[in-house]
């Protein structure tokens, strides 16, 4: 089993959870996050004065998955939330060893 985590635009949310649950992905989970890469944060306005916006809103998806959807995953997440410019996000894959579902103590695959 991998856990594909992808750090992507908050407004490309809608086209990657529907390209994945058209993959048939049943389940993820979403958390605002802040950061920076290459990016560096931006400049922005505020009443005439101008200020650095260090840390970048960004969103994170979590999904836990069997190592045989991994690439197709990674595709859909990549086509949908690509803009092409500077700070479109990163996809990390990492394995993962067991899960368990707390209410029924299923393990690994049939507790995702």
């Known amino acids: 089993m991998k856990k594909v985590e992808a750090i992507i635009r908050p407004f490309k949310l809608d086209e990657v959870k529907i390209a994945l649950v058209n993959a048939g992905i049943v389940g993820m989970t979403v958390s605002e996050v802040r950061g920076f890469g290459r990016q560096k944060g931006q400049t922005e306005r505020y009443r005439g004065s101008e200020y ?25 997440i990549v086509a949908a939330a690509r803009t ?15 899960i368990i579902r707390i209410r029924t103590g299923e393990k690994d695959l049939e507790a995702v």
């Open 52 to 76: 650095t916006v260090e840390f970048l809103q960004k969103l994170k998806l979590e999904i836990v998955i069997d190592d045989d959807q991994v690439e197709s995953v990674v595709d859909k």
């Open 84 to 98: 092409g410019e500077i700070g479109d996000g990163k996809i990390f894959v990492s394995p993962v060893d067991e």
